[in-house]
């Protein structure tokens, strides 16, 4: 068995790292369900049977797996819509493919359960989540103060992806438990123009220090400053880190027909983002002056969450399920950490303030089984995590409410296939503060998610 699992898991990563480009989170940076079963019911999952996507959600559910070994492959398909006005003038950009960079935005799955008596072991990989944006280089976003036009990019890219190592035990016939633990890495492409002002705020909050800061100060004309830690790729990007995380589960059946489900995720234990940076320091006199250097964002986590979930179900034929979560994003998302060293050796901290707040999540879904078809709907409906006050263009991950339909289509007793819809319905947000936006601003943002994923039994 220890074999075959390092095996896969070799595989896994081979997997992603060659057919991943990114996703779109639609639960800030998290994907709102794991596995097209979960996807297409709201994103529910912790109180029955989602496959081999439990090990995502609640790991003791992979104890409602049939006996046998379980192959699933999957992916996601998410296509955003995002807007940004400026209020003031009217113009507005679009996120779209500008560099090739972003968009279409896809992440794939996979996994393999096997399940002997009592015990059930998988192992997985699969996109947590993230985020992309891609204004380009020439609109209002890449004009610096005085309406300078810099030319330079305004995008991001956050990926972060999952290989969980899971465990389920059936303690009685009514109480099953299970964990996992999870290799996390985590990738972040960001073009970002701060604006004088911007810069100025910051400097007057205490959130930027260093050897480099009074050398940008003596600049004659100073009009802002860009990072880019950028990587044109599929994959690879500017900045990179490894950690951990994980999750322990149980399940408890209440009656032949209704099921208790309760999960806690540990907030994860990333290193800090590392890789090459340039910062580009825009002067109305002398010009744009690019410093090339090192650059780390510290303790970059994504957050603990806890879920509780009931499923029930009326007769052969009709399910429901309904899961309430909390995630708690204010603990994990206090600041972006940004340490800048030039290969001179001057150094620059910042802080940009995020605050986000704990986040609670209400998903409903209900399935309909018919001969080898199992129709699915669901519903999501997400507090705000994010303050408008600290809203970045660039990070606009505002969407809270979705509406998704799926289905299962099982060819054999051995093979099935699964589908599901998730559509995230538009979300506005605005700012007009400093130190994140240098222009009053109006996002809206909507996006829609396809899964597909098949199944193979042995």
């Given at each position: 068995?220890?074999?075959?699992?390092?095996?896969?898991s070799?595989?896994?990563?081979?997997f992603?790292?060659?057919?991943?480009?990114?996703?779109?989170?639609?639960?800030?940076?998290?994907?709102?369900?794991?596995g097209?079963?979960?996807?297409?019911?709201?994103?529910?999952?912790?109180?029955?049977?989602?496959?081999?996507?439990?090990?995502?959600?609640?790991?003791?559910?992979?104890?409602?797996?049939?006996?046998?070994?379980?192959?699933?492959?999957?992916?996601?398909?998410?296509?955003?819509?995002?807007?940004?006005?400026?209020?003031?003038?009217?113009?507005?950009?679009?996120?779209?493919?500008?560099?090739?960079?972003?968009?279409?935005?896809?992440?794939?799955?996979?996994?393999?359960?096997?399940?002997?008596d009592?015990?059930?072991?998988?192992?997985?990989?699969?996109a947590?989540?993230?985020?992309?944006?891609?204004?380009?280089?020439?609109?209002?976003?890449?004009?610096?103060?005085?309406?300078?036009?810099?030319?330079?990019?305004?995008?991001?890219?956050?990926?972060?992806?999952?290989?969980?190592?899971?465990?389920?035990?059936?303690?009685?016939?009514?109480?099953?438990?299970?964990?996992?633990?999870?290799?996390?890495?985590?990738?972040?492409?960001?073009?970002?123009?701060?604006?004088?002002?911007?810069?100025?705020?910051?400097?007057?909050?205490?959130?930027?220090?260093?050897s480099?800061?009074?050398?940008?100060?003596?600049?004659?004309?100073?009009?802002?400053?860009?990072?880019?830690?950028?990587?044109?790729?599929?994959?690879?990007?500017?900045?990179?880190?490894?950690?951990?995380?994980?999750?322990?589960?149980?399940?408890?059946?209440?009656?032949?027909?209704?099921?208790?489900?309760?999960?806690?995720?540990?907030?994860?234990?990333m290193n800090?983002?590392?890789?090459?940076?340039?910062?580009?320091?825009?002067?109305?006199?002398?010009?744009?002056?690019?410093?090339?250097?090192?650059?780390?964002?510290?303790?970059?986590?994504?957050?603990?969450?806890?879920?509780?979930?009931?499923?029930?179900?009326?007769?052969?034929q009709?399910?429901?399920?309904?899961?309430?979560?909390?995630?708690?994003?204010?603990?994990?998302?206090?600041?972006?950490?940004?340490?800048?060293?030039?290969?001179?050796?001057?150094?620059?901290?910042?802080?940009?303030?995020?605050?986000?707040?704990?986040?609670?999540?209400?998903?409903f879904?209900?399935?309909?089984?018919?001969?080898?078809?199992?129709?699915?709907?669901?519903a999501?409906?997400?507090?705000?995590?994010?303050?408008?006050?600290?809203?970045?263009?660039?990070?606009?991950?505002?969407?809270?409410?979705?509406?998704?339909?799926?289905?299962?289509?099982?060819?054999?007793?051995?093979?099935?296939?699964?589908?599901?819809?998730?559509?995230?319905?538009?979300?506005?947000?605005?700012?007009?503060?400093?130190?994140?936006?240098?222009?009053?601003?109006?996002?809206?943002?909507?996006?829609?998610?396809?899964?597909?994923?098949?199944?193979?039994?042995?």
């Open positions: 068995m220890k074999s075959k699992f390092n095996k896969l070799f595989i896994a990563v081979t992603l790292a060659t057919a991943a480009q990114t996703t779109y989170a639609t639960d800030v940076f998290r994907l709102e369900g794991y097209p079963i979960s996807r297409s019911m709201g994103g529910t999952a912790t109180a029955f049977n989602v496959g081999a996507a439990g090990m995502m959600a609640n790991p003791a559910t992979l104890s409602l797996m049939a006996p046998g070994s379980e192959l699933h492959l999957g992916l996601d398909l998410i296509s955003t819509d995002l807007n940004v006005k400026n209020q003031a003038t009217g113009e507005s950009v679009s996120s779209g493919n500008h560099s090739n960079n972003r968009g279409p935005y896809m992440a794939p799955e996979l996994a393999y359960t096997t399940r002997k009592a015990l059930t072991l998988g192992v997985g990989a699969f947590q989540g993230g985020l992309g944006t891609e204004y380009g280089n020439n609109s209002f976003l890449s004009r610096a103060a005085g309406g300078l036009n810099t030319g330079l990019e305004n995008s991001s890219r956050l990926l972060i992806l999952n290989i969980p190592f899971a465990a389920s035990y059936q303690v009685t016939e009514k109480l099953a438990v299970g964990g996992s633990i999870d290799a996390m890495w985590q990738g972040l492409n960001l073009d970002l123009l701060l604006g004088a002002g911007q810069v100025g705020s910051l400097i007057g909050s205490g959130r930027v220090n260093g480099l800061l009074p050398v940008l100060g003596g600049l004659p004309d100073m009009r802002g400053a860009h990072f880019s830690l950028t990587k044109n790729k599929p994959l690879a990007s500017g900045v990179e880190s490894w950690g951990f995380g994980g999750r322990l589960g149980m399940t408890y059946k209440m009656s032949n027909d209704t099921m208790f489900g309760l999960d806690y995720a540990i907030e994860s234990q800090d983002l590392e890789g090459r940076a340039t910062l580009t320091a825009i002067d109305g006199i002398a010009g744009q002056v690019p410093l090339q250097g090192n650059i780390k964002l510290r303790n970059f986590q994504m957050p603990a969450k806890l879920d509780l979930g009931l499923s029930h179900r009326l007769n052969d009709w399910m429901m399920a309904v899961d309430v979560s909390q995630v708690f994003w204010a603990h994990a998302m206090k600041d972006i950490n940004v340490g800048f060293v030039t290969d001179g050796g001057q150094t620059l901290d910042i802080k940009l303030p995020q605050n986000y707040k704990d986040q609670t999540i209400l998903a879904g209900v399935a309909y089984q018919t001969g080898n078809w199992t129709l699915r709907g669901g999501r409906l997400a507090t705000q995590a994010l303050r408008s006050e600290t809203l970045f263009a660039v990070i606009p991950a505002t969407p809270r409410k979705h509406i998704s339909a799926g289905f299962s289509y099982a060819f054999s007793k051995v093979n099935g296939i699964d589908f599901a819809y998730s559509h995230a319905l538009e979300e506005s947000m605005g700012n007009a503060s400093l130190p994140n936006t240098a222009d009053q601003i109006q996002t809206t943002h909507s996006q829609n998610n396809m899964t597909i994923g098949y199944t193979h039994r042995f």
